[in-house]
């Protein structure tokens, strides 16, 4: 099997941002320093999926042993599904040199179901994203989904006593929500592997999906040349929308005539509030008037 050129990670970096996937292809080099918390909300995430594993016990992983060792892991899939497996964890499938994982796949009453879990305490958009692909590469990989759900954080539950999975965990149908969205899917998947074969980097402003939904990981580079201090990127939406679009990044360019939202206006006097200014004349006159004591 040949090896991929696109997982469900990479389409969902170029969802946000092309640029993004071509520097992640190409440039990784110009990647941020790592990030310690980023990587713990990553473990995070890992941790809660594996808890929710215990909503379908007694399961197969299929998980590659590494990295590149996914292909080996589609095969595994397909055999486990051959052999009569019901319940299988990290379910690899890849279509068009398209490859995604689904984090629990269930059959029941002779029909499949996929189980995607998030650490959020809702469904967000991009998961509806995230989905879409995933139903895309399995569906046409050959197995028909009689339904697929995110599981999330159930924020309402209390632990009483021992830890209740059933009541931790949420499940909620994506299905009507991505089979819409299956055209724009193919449309994004060629748009993406053109970025990759091309090897050409896209011309992209920063803007807000610099950090919509994550922080980009190549911020440092896009943003090299622009200030972070006083950034408009710490004013409200509709602020940012508006300045970014304009080309300004600073409170200092804000033009005097602009009505900023309140909440931002709010946030940039609590900024200006906490700066530190230093007087070296007053200082230096204070200094020159202490003698050494005798």
């Known amino acids: 099997m040949e090896k991929h050129v696109l997982s469900k990670s990479t389409y969902m970096l170029g969802c946000q941002c092309t640029k993004r996937l071509y520097l992640h292809k190409f440039k990784s080099d110009l990647r941020n320093p790592a990030d310690e918390n980023q990587q713990a909300i990553f473990d995070a995430g890992t941790r809660v999926g594996e808890i929710a ?6 399961g197969t992983d299929a998980s590659p042993v590494d990295k590149f060792n996914y292909q080996e892991s589609v095969l595994k899939t397909q055999e486990l599904i051959a052999n009569g497996i019901k319940v299988i964890y990290e379910a690899c499938f890849q279509f068009d040199g398209v490859l995604c994982a689904i984090d629990i796949l269930v059959k029941k009453k002779g029909k499949w179901y996929a189980y995607e879990v998030k650490g959020s305490t809702e469904v967000k958009n991009y998961h509806i994203e995230d989905a879409a692909l995933q139903y895309f590469v399995i569906t046409n990989s050959g197995l028909k989904l009689e339904d697929i759900s995110i599981v999330y954080l159930n924020n309402k539950y209390v632990r009483q006593g021992d830890l209740d999975i059933q009541q931790l965990f949420s499940t909620e149908s994506v299905l ?3 089979t ?4 724009a899917v ?4 060629k748009e993406l592997k053109k970025i990759i074969t091309e090897k050409k980097e896209p ?8 950090s919509d939904p994550f922080d980009c990981d190549f911020s440092n580079h896009c943003w090299k040349d622009i200030p972070t201090e006083n950034s408009v990127m710490l004013l409200y939406k509709k602020d940012k929308i508006y300045f970014l679009e304009k080309e300004i990044y600073s409170f200092e360019e ?17 900024l200006k509030d906490t700066e530190i200014t230093i007087n070296k004349e007053q200082i230096g006159n204070f200094l020159s008037k202490i003698a050494a004591p005798f």
């Open 53 to 58: 594993r215990q909503l379908f016990p007694m």
């Open 176 to 178: 009507n929500r991505i």
């Open 180 to 183: 819409i969205k299956q055209e």
């Open 186 to 189: 193919v449309k994004k998947i």
């Open 203 to 210: 011309v992209i402003k920063v803007g807000l999906h610099c």
């Open 254 to 270: 804000i033009p005097e005539d602009y009505k900023l939202d309140k909440r931002s206006s709010k946030k940039i006097d609590k």
